[in-house]
């Protein structure tokens, strides 16, 4: 072929080597945005299976469209002018996201939700943020491939030749962007730098696309905007609530991690380590003058060693704290149990700085690891008199490898004899499918697993102990005063004492459940059924049984007094006819099921009947507190329903989108001139 023949078939190509670089820094761009998102979203949605499902699948979907976009203007002759223009709106949108991302994160979810009942919230609530922020430019940039490979074909290179080298570029460069984003943008510019620079280097790729030297100028000039602006400073990514003061704020590897302070009241000021979406949850607590957490789970977990002792503690008491955060629990154990000496595993070294800057400087000694708790328990060669395990992933699961079987009897080799296993489970009942499940998996090494609820909290301590099943009645025999604590709080210890020596307080929760083990993970399904699958109606129990109501209510108080909830509804519903005390037991049952909306409706019911002054002014106590429970819940599941509707726009605003993309891919095309290719 001549030269006069070859000529013109640049007109509406690419050079290969400009389109390499243009699809290494697509495939940047797309999985540094991609891996941006979950970190972006965090602070307002966490980072859960679901919410990561949400990021992927919108970005997949979109992605899809976009490819099939693409391949419709891939036929048009202005072809490169459509990928430069796709590339510098889809670079623009990104690096304009996080701007919006606080704003449009606090619009959908109020801060002030409890974390139980918010979990339907924060899974439609992400989808409308992901479809929002990240579903428009993912759309266009999946049309970028086909256009970069038809654009450069045009610059006579072979079809196969152009799809593979632009392929593997555009792999390459995602594998690039996947570790860039994780292990350097995020942890030392954060997600909103990182989601700029991403859209920054999109915009780059689309001056590498331009033909023109204006355009090039005008790419290089918003080019300098977009780095500008992701160098700027900017303010926390999530303010902190009302009635708290923001003291640090950090994006580690591994989650986004605040520290706030409660603000000066006539109580003492609580310092919080809040994780991801926080809500009404913290991972670390330090109470301003005092040795202990306020009656939080810390406080609680340090009955263990009396539990190994057989109501004494051990000599030469050694601990060991997996999931150790900014270290509550060690600063408990220095004030109730000087001397012991208190190892601490943390896999996220941004948790101990932090607890090491606005933490209790009282700690009990011990060795630091930065490492997985299983990882470090495999390789361990110490062994202790308690192991507490309270670590936690995306804020609400346990990790399926840090519950399983196999670790359970990990952690038993390296118990000393009668040591404890403690475990903190966040559950909403005694019979709530994560905490049954590992309970009877710690059961499976065990022989036995016990649970004590923490009062006014939604997590249990969970027991076994390396020999003999723990007896909580001998913590009745542990002498008190080595301790050093403030009057105050040697009082709060001997309560929570005394009230975990009551053997009534304990469920055996050996049973129930599945046992959980490496290669099957379940816990991710049953938080769900736990979290999202809440059995309450908002009626009362319709009594319709043979049953005379004074058996039935000998029964119903009987099954109160074992804590076995549901027994207690089954005996309600056998009775002939109801009674205030039917009404009032079936109402307390069903609050200690996290039924309250039905337990409302008891109490109500059981004041409709003749009743007692006496019996009538406890029941209006219990309606008010139901009620006052109640009202977060119900919040919760307001927004849940708001954003059903708001996904459904969501989902129609793509569809409309990517119907707009349709027709502009129909419009006609300016006139042009056919040139012929040579493949070479």
Request: glycine share 10%; proline share 6%; net charge neutral.
């Amino acid at each position: 072929m001549t030269a006069a023949a070859v000529a013109p078939a640049a007109v509406g190509g690419l050079p290969l080597g400009r389109g390499i670089a243009a699809a290494a820094l697509t495939g940047f761009g797309v999985m540094a945005a991609e891996l941006t998102a979950v970190r972006l979203l965090a602070p307002h949605f966490g980072d859960s299976a679901y919410v990561w499902t949400n990021v992927i699948g919108i970005i997949l979907a979109a992605l899809a469209a976009g490819a099939w976009f693409g391949g419709r203007l891939a036929a048009r002759t202005e072809a490169v002018q459509w990928l430069w223009r796709l590339l510098v709106a889809a670079g623009a949108w990104l690096a304009l996201a996080p701007f919006v991302a606080g704003p449009l994160g606090g619009w959908l979810l109020p801060a002030d939700l409890p974390l139980d009942a918010a979990m339907s919230a924060l899974v439609r609530g992400s989808f409308v943020a992901t479809a929002v922020l990240f579903g428009p430019p993912m759309l266009l940039l999946g049309a970028v491939s086909p256009l970069l490979i038809t654009v450069v074909v045009r610059g006579a290179i072979a079809v196969g030749r152009a799809a593979g080298v632009l392929g593997a570029a555009g792999t390459l460069g995602s594998l690039v962007g996947t570790f860039a984003a994780t292990h350097w943008l995020v942890p030392e510019f954060g997600c909103r730098a990182a989601s700029t620079i991403a859209g920054a280097l999109l915009v780059l790729a689309a001056v590498a696309t331009a033909q023109r030297p204006p355009l090039r100028a005008a790419g290089l000039l918003v080019l300098t905007i977009v780095a500008a602006a992701a160098l700027a400073p900017r303010g926390p990514l999530r303010p902190a609530p009302a009635g708290r003061e923001l003291l640090a704020e950090r994006e580690s590897r591994y989650q986004f991690l605040q520290v706030q302070r409660t603000r000066p009241t006539d109580q003492p000021r609580h310092t919080l380590l809040v994780v991801n979406e926080g809500l009404d949850s913290f991972h670390s607590v330090y109470v301003e003058g005092s040795a202990l957490t306020g009656g939080a789970y810390y406080d609680w977990h340090a009955i263990a060693p009396l539990l190994a002792g057989d109501g004494a503690r051990p000599a030469d008491l050694r601990v060991l704290s997996v999931g150790d955060a900014a270290g509550s629990l060690r600063a408990v154990y220095a004030g109730v149990h000087p001397g012991a000496v208190v190892d601490g595993v943390d896999i996220d070294p941004e948790c101990r700085e932090l607890g090491r800057q606005f933490f209790s400087p009282l700690q009990a000694p011990g060795e630091d690891f930065t490492v997985d708790g299983r990882v470090f328990l495999a390789r361990a060669h110490t062994r202790w008199h308690v192991i507490h395990v309270d670590a936690y992933a995306h804020q609400v699961y346990v990790p399926a490898h840090l519950a399983s079987r196999e670790f359970f009897a990990l952690a038993r080799q390296r118990l000393l004899p009668n040591g404890v296993l403690a475990c903190n489970v966040g559950a909403l009942r005694d019979d709530d499918p994560v905490l049954r499940s590992i309970g009877t998996t710690m059961a499976a090494v065990f022989g036995h697993a016990l649970a004590l609820r923490v009062p006014a909290s939604r997590n249990f301590l969970v027991v076994a102990r390396n020999g003999d099943a723990p007896q909580p009645a001998t913590l009745q025999q542990f002498r008190f005063g080595a301790e050093r604590l403030p009057e105050v709080d040697a009082a709060a210890w001997q309560q929570i004492v005394a009230a975990s020596a009551q053997v009534g307080v304990w469920t055996d929760v050996s049973g129930g459940g599945e046992v959980l083990v490496d290669d099957r993970p379940a816990l991710d399904r049953k938080l769900h059924d736990s979290y999202l699958r809440r059995d309450d109606s908002g009626r009362a129990i319709v009594c319709t049984g043979a049953m005379e109501p004074a058996g039935a209510e000998m029964a119903a108080f009987a099954h109160g007094q074992a804590r076995q909830w549901a027994e207690v509804l089954i005996a309600v519903g056998r009775s002939r006819t109801a009674t205030p005390y039917l009404r009032e037991l079936a109402g307390d049952a069903r609050w200690s099921l996290r039924q309250l909306a039905s337990a409302v409706a008891e109490y109500e019911d059981a004041l409709r009947l003749p009743v007692d002054p006496d019996a009538a002014v406890r029941l209006r106590h219990k309606l008010a507190t139901a009620r006052e429970d109640l009202q977060p819940i119900a919040a919760a599941d307001r927004v849940a329903l708001e954003l059903r509707w708001l996904q459904v726009a969501a989902v129609g605003g793509l569809l409309a989108l990517l119907a707009l993309a349709h027709r502009m891919s129909r419009m006609p095309a300016a006139p042009s001139v056919s040139v012929s290719v040579a493949a070479r």
